[in-house]
């Protein structure tokens, strides 16, 4: 017997059909409200001007005047200082002005095991500071001691003056010249590992190893091409960003640290001229973005991505580290509670449990003989 058999029963069908599709609407209709009330409002805009509180002037011809030079320490190789590990500086490439600081730990001279070799990208926004940096030599000597590892820590050419890809153009050249190198300097040919190497980067820095990672993993990994045997790639709170603003971005908009008007304004000046933020460079979750992370596990480099909620940026890193995951990458991902966006380099305390994270993350490497 049909159920619309009679009127009676037609007309009970269509009245329940028809109900119960509006109340589907209706609550619908609800959901879709509660949640656009319930989001975040739009960021306010930049009230001030990010580039002088930067501490930056521009110039008519693109370039920059900064503001004071933060402090720079020399390197120390005399091995009759009393220190607990040496550094020296060799150059890359003097046309562009870009070297390696090379840190030695002091009781490597008595041994003869060769360390892990972590190559290590200073942050900055792509704009400031140098290898040379107080900050930056004080981690990198701290972690060469604490991780016991050899660090070779590259100065690269800073934007705007020669915006990106110049940086990863330098990092990958700062690889072919370590390889390359490894005969003509004693640290390196007697105390690193060419075969057990890292590439480590804090913000700008970490942006940096991920970028010129992507480029050595394109060519198949640099074995053929005069780069030494990549084991895996340390981000450490990567600077990332993208023109959708993030749930922590928003939390954080005003954070002294890194407000979202000096983040803007950093890779305004940082990307190629007319790019925005949703640049390959800057955003890898746009375009094939997602796929080319595929490469890197295709060559079986494990990543760590490291970061805190009290970094603006902590959404864009754990993502980048949920994607990864999904395409067979084997990372690990490190986030602790509060803190800020480059607490490792200017707080030595802070740093310390970071140096333990990453030793542990070499020493579980399956082809490491660390």
Not at 33 to 46: A, D, I, N, V
Not at 92 to 97: H, L, P
Not at 270 to 293: F, Q, T, W
Request: charged share 20%; aromatic share 10%; hydrophobic share 40%.
């Amino acid at each position: 017997m049909s159920l619309f058999s009679s009127p009676s029963s037609k007309f009970f069908w269509i009245t329940l059909i028809v109900f119960s599709l509006s109340y589907y609407l209706l609550i619908a209709k609800s959901t879709t409200l509660q949640t656009t009330s319930s989001s975040s409002p739009p960021p306010k805009p930049c009230n001030k001007n990010p580039y002088e509180q930067l501490n930056l002037v521009l110039n008519k011809n693109g370039t920059v005047t900064r503001g004071s030079k933060p402090p720079e320490s020399p390197p120390a190789p005399d091995p009759n200082l009393h220190t607990k590990v040496l550094s020296k500086d060799l150059t890359i490439n003097k046309s562009k002005g870009t070297w390696a600081r090379i840190y030695l730990p002091r009781k490597t001279l008595d041994q003869n095991s060769k360390l892990p070799l972590l190559v290590f990208f200073h942050g900055g926004g792509f704009i400031f500071l140098s290898a040379a940096s107080t900050m930056f030599h004080e981690f990198c000597f701290n972690m060469a001691n604490d991780v016991v590892a050899v660090v070779a820590s590259i100065e690269y050419r800073l934007a705007p003056e020669h915006r990106l890809p110049a940086a990863y153009e330098d990092a990958v050249e700062a690889l072919h010249w370590i390889k390359t190198n490894q005969e003509e300097d004693d640290w390196l040919r007697y105390y690193a590992d060419f075969s057990n190497v890292f590439l480590i980067g804090s913000s700008a820095g970490g942006n940096i190893v991920y970028n010129a990672g992507l480029r050595v993993a394109a060519a198949g990994g640099g074995y053929d091409l005069g780069i030494p045997m990549i084991q895996g790639l340390i981000l450490i709170q990567p600077f990332f960003s993208g023109t959708q603003v993030t749930g922590s971005e928003m939390r954080l908009a005003d954070e002294p640290h890194l407000s979202l008007c000096n983040n803007y304004a950093m890779w305004d000046l940082s990307l190629p001229v007319g790019a925005d933020r949703d640049h390959e460079y800057c955003n890898p979750m746009v375009g094939d973005g997602p796929k080319k992370i595929e490469m890197i596990g295709r060559l079986g480099w494990r990543v760590l991505v490291t970061g805190c909620h009290g970094d603006p940026l902590v959404d864009r890193q754990m993502e980048l580290t949920r994607v990864m995951e999904m395409k067979g990458v084997k990372v690990v991902g490190h986030f602790t509670a509060g803190d800020y966006h480059g607490v490792q380099d200017k707080d030595p305390f802070k740093a310390k449990p970071l140096y333990k994270v990453v030793k542990s993350f070499i020493s579980t490497l399956p082809s490491s003989r660390y």
